[in-house]
């Protein structure tokens, strides 16, 4: 037995005590409450996992009771007694999530085999939840897609990464998967059922960094109406992704370091220190080593953080992989988009395969999902319907006589940056997804422009 928690509400003293008697024999840990309100204060300071509890009561009755006992606590089941006089009641309660529900007078052995077949429900839903997530850990083998050697290697580090604690620090080129590592590694984990949640540093105001980690108090600042919880404190006993860690501020690296160190944070405007449980996991793409040297990111914080190591490979560094890639994103877009059957033509494979794929996976899967669309109704792909970006370019800039009509490369990327905004309807997020840079290098890149008088493409 788990030592499972039951709260019983009656009225009546005598029933009272002879359910809590009885189910302390039974190996339960029981809580009494007289009344529906004080089984409300009972459920705002204990977690409980049944609540068995008479259906006329003074004061909140017990239907009303089981809707504010599921509003808490969305995990608790109900029992409800009731005469047989108000059997219909008692249905009404089984639609607000009670369980079952039991008719006055019953026996001890009725009230003991309806508690049992609850946890036995209980336990069924359990397995139900593991069963699930192993199906999603098998699909997450499936979307970490290659044979390589080296995606092994990673994929045998993410078991043993999963199998501890440790602060794991992922490098790797912008759109080869760091995220979906990350993932994996939570999924496998024995934080698995407990909450995983991402914070990208690059797209958070600087100013408001602190409270979206730690979280604060009402009035710690302008605009601070309420208290609201950090990310570390949603988090406790999960995992946080700290994506693009090199760009958290300077000034904020020392106190990240030390909430690593003892695992406590404090919220802005308090002086309260709070315990927290989790695991952390950092991604970048940037030159970390080149960061510590130039004094824009802390050494000791990097090995707080690189406690168990991995790098992702680019994709060319794994071309075997990209036949694989490819046929799993296509499975993916003609299931998407309604087709019976997309092909990539070989002469087009072998231009994939020479392709340098600076942006990795994400630039190869759009490219895919767009070749796709071009593609219309015809089955097979060809390179009229797959433009790679050198191309593009090429045809863009051809002078009258037929030769390459030279663009700088800051006018190059500065109408890359625009056509990205302009395909996201000016969403800085996802066009920074799109060029493989972080939104904070985009505003940089903009405040530029702007500085320069130069707001839209010329």
Known sequence: ???????????????????????????????????????????????????????????????????????????????????????????????????????????INQIESRVKRFFEFQNLQKENIVLKKKLEKYHIDHKIVGQSASIKEVLEYIDIAANSDATVFIRGESGTGK???????????????????????????????????????????????RQQKGIFEECHEGTILLDEISEIPYALQAKLLRVLQEMKITRVGSTEEISIDVRVIATT?????????????????????????????????????????????????????????????PSLMEKIMDYAWPGNIRQLKHMLERAILFSGKEELITEKHFKFEEEGNRSNN??????????????????LIFAALKKTNNHKTKAAELLGITVRTLRNKLNEYKEQGIEEVS
């Open 285 to 345: 793409n940037r030159d970390i080593d080149e960061l510590i040297n130039s004094g824009k990111f802390r050494e000791d914080l990097f090995f707080r953080l690189n406690v168990f190591p991995i790098t992702l490979p680019p994709l060319r560094e794994r071309k075997e992989d990209i036949p694989l890639i490819i046929d799993h994103f296509l499975t993916i877009y003609k299931d998407k988009y309604k087709f019976k059957s997309k092909k990539i033509a």
């Open 1 to 107: 037995m788990e030592n499972h928690k039951i709260l019983v509400v009656d009225d009546d003293d005598h029933l009272r005590l002879v359910l809590q008697e009885t189910l302390k024999s039974c190996g339960y840990q029981v809580l009494v409450a007289a009344s529906g309100n004080e089984a409300v204060k009972i459920l705002d300071r204990e977690k409980v996992d049944l609540l068995i509890t008479d259906l006329m009561m003074p004061g909140i009755k017990g239907v009303e009771l089981v809707g504010l006992a599921k509003e808490k606590q969305p995990q608790i089941g109900a029992i409800v007694i009731t005469a047989y006089g108000t059997i219909g009641r008692a249905v009404e309660s089984m639609q607000k999530g009670a369980f079952d529900f039991i008719t006055k007078p019953f026996s």
């Open 398 to 415: 051809q002078g009258k006589n037929g030769s390459l009509d030279v663009m700088p490369l800051a006018e190059m990327e500065r109408k």
């Open 179 to 225: 995220e979906l590592v990350a993932q994996a590694i939570h999924d496998r984990s024995d934080r698995a059922e407990k909450p995983f949640r991402k914070i990208n540093c690059a797209a958070v105001p600087e100013t408001l960094f602190e409270s979206t980690l730690f979280g604060h108090e009402k009035g710690a600042f302008s605009g601070a109406y």
